[in-house]
T-cell receptor, first 113, second 112 residues
Framework: QKEVEQNSGPLSVPEGAIASLNCTYSDRVSQSFFWYRQYSGKSPELIMSIYSNGDKEDGRFTAQLNKASQYVSLLIRDSQPSDSATYLCAVISGGGSNYKLTFGKGTLLTVNP | ETGVTQSPTHLIKTRGQQVTLRCSSQSGHNTVSWYQQALGQGPQFIFQYYREEENGRGNFPPRFSGLQFPNYSSELNVNALELDDSALYLC???????????FGDGTRLSIL
């Protein structure tokens, strides 16, 4: 089982719709979770961080974390063509000298005008 | 606030050579991590440095090594380059090990 799994997509949604991106992780003691956006040819850009169960909202973005199910998601409301990018889920496990941050493969999102 | 800067932007090397990539962390950040990103893949964690000590390492061979300096800038060294080392190398800094990391623009390394 891969440590962090995402649907590779592509995920295609019309402009104005809600885009839902999902991520599962295997290390039950993981404690920090992040969503990054990466445009083609660019470096990843942090969108959201979430550390405790529940929802966290920031503008059009909502991150959801369920540690019991080892599941984290990102909802993008009122999707815009400029949201078209690859979305990367990242999970921190371990600490100190055992620190490890693992990225999923990413989900390619296309928002159609 | 100065962001994460990496140099060089692009680099071409041949098999067996050695390379050094450089990274200046964001102002106020003392933790630097390095990643390798192949085309179509997510970034793969190479290692992290905190206060000049290696503080976590991914599944990369010992020919991948690094340094962090007192000003928190960092180097990634790769010896005996192989064709599969061709990738985008990303540096990211954070204010603490568990805080969000902010990425530089990366160095595109091509091995011929």
């Amino acid at each position: 089982q891969k440590e962090v799994e995402q649907n590779s997509g592509p995920l295609s949604v019309p402009e104005g719709a809600i885009a839902s991106l999902n991520c599962t992780y295997s290390d039950r003691v993981s404690q920090s979770f992040f969503w990054y956006r990466q445009y083609s040819g660019k470096s990843p850009e942090l969108i959201m961080s979430i550390y405790s169960n529940g929802d966290k909202e920031d503008g059009r973005f909502t991150a959801q974390l369920n540690k019991a199910s080892q599941y984290v998601s990102l909802l993008i409301r009122d999707s815009q063509p400029s949201d078209s990018a690859t979305y990367l889920c990242a999970v921190i496990s371990g600490g100190g000298s055992n620190y490890k941050l693992t990225f999923g493969k990413g989900t390619l999102l296309t928002v159609n005008p | 606030e100065t962001g994460v800067t990496q140099s060089p932007t692009h680099l071409i090397k041949t098999r067996g050579q050695q390379v050094t990539l450089r990274c200046s962390s964001q102002s106020g950040h003392n933790t630097v991590s390095w990643y390798q990103q192949a085309l179509g893949q997510g970034p793969q964690f190479i290692f992290q440095y905190y206060r000049e000590e290696e503080n976590g390492r991914g599944n990369f061979p010992p020919r991948f090594s690094g340094l962090q300096f007192p000003n928190y800038s960092s180097e990634l060294n790769v010896n005996a380059l192989e064709l599969d080392d061709s990738a985008l190398y990303l540096c990211a800094s954070s204010s603490d090990q568990n805080q969000p990391q902010h990425f530089g623009d990366g160095t595109r390394l091509s091995i011929l």
